[in-house]
């Protein structure tokens, strides 16, 4: 003979906040389709940020490839930063820290070309080089 002991175990209830960035094709006349392209399930919450082009004032700046970035929000900013460029935009939206980030490009892109290669750093140097060869052209609006 046995006795039976109640145990109570201890219930932990876990908040996972996960994010995806969903791609969303229309064709006229069809139901639109959804394709998950990423899931991020982490404490970081950040995604990318792809731009092919932007736009900023006046001037729209065209690139050969996608400009990876990465996206985050963090205590109600968002920021958007490209290691490659070492450029970082911010903003209380999405939309202040696209535009942010777009000044903080047309800048670069200005200062960089404004200045001879003797007058800058080598990594600004090739910060440079990697702007102008990822920039097709540069129109105005």
């Not at 006795?3 to 876990?14: L, R």
């Not at 202040?96 to 892109?109: C, G, L, P, R, V």
């Not at 003797?118 to 140097?125: A, D, T, V």
Request: proline share 2%.
């Amino acid at each position: 003979m046995t006795t039976a002991v109640e145990q109570k175990v201890k219930s932990e209830t876990q908040k996972i906040i996960t994010f995806a960035k969903v791609e969303i094709t229309t064709r006229e006349g069809q139901k639109p389709k959804n394709k998950i392209e990423e899931i991020y399930t982490n404490n970081n919450e950040s995604l990318s940020y792809d731009p092919e082009i932007i736009v900023i004032g006046n001037l729209i700046y065209y690139f050969r490839f996608p400009l990876r970035c990465k996206f985050e929000k963090q205590e109600g900013f968002y920021t958007i930063q490209s290691e490659l460029l070492d450029i970082i935009g911010t903003g209380e939206s999405e939309d202040e820290a696209e535009n942010n980030f777009a000044q903080e490009f047309d800048f670069i892109y200005k200062r960089y070309n404004g200045l001879a290669e003797s007058q800058l750093s080598e990594r600004i140097n090739f910060i440079k080089s990697v702007v102008n060869n990822m920039v097709i052209k540069v129109e105005e609006k």
